[in-house]
Each structure stands twice: as C-alpha cells, then as structure tokens.
C-alpha cells in the first residue's frame, strides 16, 4: 500500500487506499480549525464577546486569500501526481521547483496587496464600532504571515501529489501545539489582545512551513527539493496556473459571497455574530472531511490519468462520493448530539449557543449537496478540467447566495433565511455538476474535446 509514507494511488484496493489518503487530508483540515478556533474560544474566555465577534467577523476576509492559494496549489497537485503517473521524473522535478517558489512570490505580493486593503474591506462589512479596531489589528497581523501560510498550502500540495498525506498533518501538529500554547501565553500571561492570537498564529505557521521545507530538502524521493535548481519553468507554471487559478478564483468569489452572508450576520447584533463565530469553527471540521474525499478524488484522477487508466478514474469518483458520504454523515451526527455543550466552550451566553446551534443544523443539511459538488469537482480537476467546474460553482453558489441576501432576507430578517441560502445553492449546483460529469464523459467516449 506504501512506499514509505506514500500511498499507491495507481495500484490496490480503491476504498482503503482512499481513505487511508482522505483522512489525514481531513484531519489536517479539522486540526487547522481547532487551532483557529482557539484563537477564538482563548479571546472568547479572557477578553470578551466583543474580541470574540472581531476575529470571527475577520473569517471571511481571511478566508477570501486563504482559498484563493488553496486552489491555486490544486493546480501544484495536478501537475505533478499527472507527471508521476506518466513515469516522467524531469515533469516532476520541474514541477516541484517551479510550485515552491511561485508560493513564495504570491505570498509576498498577496501580504503587501492585503496589508493595504484591510481596512477598507473590513469597513465594507458593516462591523459594530465597538469591535472594528480589534478586528483591523488582528488582520494586520495575520496577513504579516501570509508568505509562510500560502507556502505551506504548496508544500503540502507537493507532498500529496505524491501520495503521501501523513507528513503535512505532523508538521500541523507541531505547529498546532505551538499556536495553542501561545495563544495562552500572549493573552493569559502577557495581557495581549486579539493581537497575541494573531502572532501565535503567524509563528505556528511559520514553523509548518519550516518543518515541511526541511523534509523536502532531506528526502531522498522524487519531489526532492534541492536549492541550487530553484528556478521556474514556464511550461509547469503555465499550467499550475491554467488549472489552480480558476479553483483559486472559485474560492475567493465564495469567500466574497459569504462575506455578503456575513455583513447580513452582523446586522442582526453581537449575540448572533458570536454565535455564528463558534458555529463556523464547528461545521468547518465536518466540511474538511467534504472537501477532503474532493481533493482526495483530483489526486488519485490525476495519477491514474496520467498512467492511462481510464477505467480506475471512473471508479475513484464513485468510491469518494460513497466515503464522503458515510464520513461525513457520521460527523455530522456526533456534531449535531454534542453541540450545544461544544458551543458553550465558546461562549456561555444561551442565545449565542441557541443561534450557534441552529446555524449547525442548517448547514449540516446542506451537506449532502456539498458532498456531490466536491467529490465531482475534483474528478474534473484530476483531468486538468478546472474552469468549467469553477464557473459553474461561482454561478450556481455564490450567484444564489447574493441575490438570496440581497432580495429575500430584507424581507425576512432572520438568521434562518439567511442560512437557507446555503441548502439551495449547493443543491442547484451539485444538480448541474452532475450533467457535467455526464457531459464528460460523452464526450471523452465519442473522442471529443470536452469544453
């Protein structure tokens, strides 16, 4: 099954070779919530309510950059597990230089880019005044690090390309430890405020970033990184981008529907900012199993493509939506049971907990939809089809979440419309994902070109 911590993703059992690459995928995800979340619950229980509301109401702007490198690194992904299919090593070694150092460019020039716009995007989004300096201090600081958060995301990208998922969520653990531990430390011990948690974040990111670059330049494998051939190569780059742009793209415009969900949020008071705060940082985790079978999909694609095995690719999207589904339908449930005393670790106030608990229940539901347009989202990527699955997603989520906000919750101004927003877009566009898919392939089987 392994060739050190590298999974086989051309030969074996698909189901256990999935999930034994899924659930670190997964688990990194979650771990990188739960840290996160301190942030929150450590502001949360030694400053106040209003600290909480500034770093949780600061999610979506984070987010907006975080998911952009996110996919941008699918595109890293693909190009090298498809060079490793193929047996082309020069394919993957240019691949590999070539993803490490456009991370350390974007990185750079996305931090200088956010540091300017931070305010006003933050003044965007209708923050009470109470809390809008804290938020604006603690997304300075955290943007600081975005050089060594996007060069992880690439990092990490380069290994699971490989197979090999267990090396990115140990560096996350390490680095976990340290972000929890100086989130207490900073706030606790030295009277920090939401800046302590950003710096604890910012440094915790840096020793992952760190931990994983050290690997690679020690490995003896073949996404070994050696100093003196950091150059880029235009053809690698020239699709890592074709491909990691639109998911990128897809991501931030998500992130830009929500936070238009967000400054709807915020119009409704503290109490349910708070709320909506702690029940993100829950459903977040059972998401990352989603998204994990996703990324899990477009890798095991993308080998098997490059191999020529037409047949194993079809089965790996079958085998991910069936795992996705019961994982996920599994945490869900736990979730769902012991939610309301997980909501209180964040604040004790009942209407917050109340709020938090009927946001987790909305967007729960909305999970079954989430599944399909992950799962088949991913598929079309391992191909290197990223556009048309972005364009889809972007018109059928974050076109129905605008007008939703826009339209129907002046009408109804209540937390639930707001949240019924998610149920129905993600149904509409897992609906034409699926026609897509179909689309496919018709069109790989009459030897088409697929647009």
Known sequence: MKKGKEIDLMHGPLASSMTGYALPVALTGILQQLFNAADVAVVGRFVGTGAMAAVGTDSPLVAL????????????????ATAIGEGDKEKVHRGVHTALLLALIAGILAAVISEIAAVPLIGMMDVPQEVFSMAVLYMRIYLAGLPV?????????????????????????????????LNIFFVAEVGMNVDGVALATVISNAVSSGLLLFQLIKSD???????????????AMKRILMIGVPSGIQGMIFSIANIIIQTAINSLGTAVMAASSAAFNIEACAYYVVNAFGQTCTTFVGQNNGAGNRERCV???????????????ILCAVLLLFGRPILSLFNENP????????????????????????VLSGYLRGYGISARPALISVIGICGIRIFWIFRVFPRYPRLQTILLAYPISNAVTAAVLVFAVMQFHKYRNENLRFQ
């Open 65 to 80: 950059l975080i998911n952009f490198f996110t996919g941008l690194s699918l595109g890293a992904t693909v190009v090298i």
């Open 149 to 181: 958060i996007v060069l992880y995301n690439f990092l990490s990208a380069v290994f699971r390309s490989a197979g090999d998922t267990e090396d990115p969520l140990l560096a996350l653990i390490v680095s976990g430890s340290v972000n929890v531990i």
């Open 315 to 329: 089965r790996c999207l079958y085998d991910a939506l069936g795992l996705d589904f019961a994982f996920t339908g």
């Open 351 to 374: 209407a917050v907990i109340n709020y938090g608990y009927i946001r987790l229940e909305i967007i729960f539901f909305s999970f079954i939809f989430s599944i399909i347009q992950e």
């Open 221 to 235: 494998r073949e996404i070994r990184l050696r100093k003196e051939d950091m150059k880029i190569d235009r053809k």
